[in-house]
């Protein structure tokens, strides 16, 4: 993993989010399908807007984990940078999603996210 470090961080950081958006869809699905069928398609998008940072800050941690965990099993070279770097390649690159799309609120979807972020680097380098 020593050359194009950050290539592979930034293709490791597009399929996670690509992951984390199809989680996303699944679960406005399920909830559409399942808990509240019926309703009005605006009901759906106002709930998917509401649940995206919680399934992301959820299903973020649990994917950032499995993946320090396998570059911990795997006993690659400066895990530890890896680990930081990580996190901060997909924070960037969902900022300059973001910004590309013209969203007009991320700013408040970024404070759920930050904390779900450094809750998730905090654990990542305990268990280095």
């Given at each position: 993993m020593k050359q194009y470090v950050v290539l592979k961080l930034i293709g490791l950081?597009?399929?996670?989010?690509?992951?984390?958006?199809?989680?996303?869809?699944?679960?406005?699905?399920?909830?559409?399908?399942?808990?509240?069928?019926?309703?009005?398609?605006s009901v759906y998008e106002a709930h998917a807007k509401f649940s995206a940072p919680f399934v992301s800050g959820i299903f973020g941690f649990i994917v950032f984990f499995l993946i320090t965990r396998y570059w911990k099993k795997k006993e690659y070279q400066d895990v530890f940078k890896l680990v930081i770097l990580f996190p901060l390649t997909y924070v960037l690159l969902d900022i300059v999603v973001l910004l590309l799309a013209g969203t007009d609120q991320w700013s408040s979807f970024y404070s759920n996210f930050y904390s779900c972020q450094w809750s998730e680097i905090s654990w990542q380098l305990f268990r280095i």
């Open positions: 950081a597009i399929l996670t989010m690509i992951t984390l958006v199809i989680i996303s869809i699944l679960e406005v699905t399920l909830y559409s399908y399942v808990i509240n069928p019926g309703q009005e398609v």
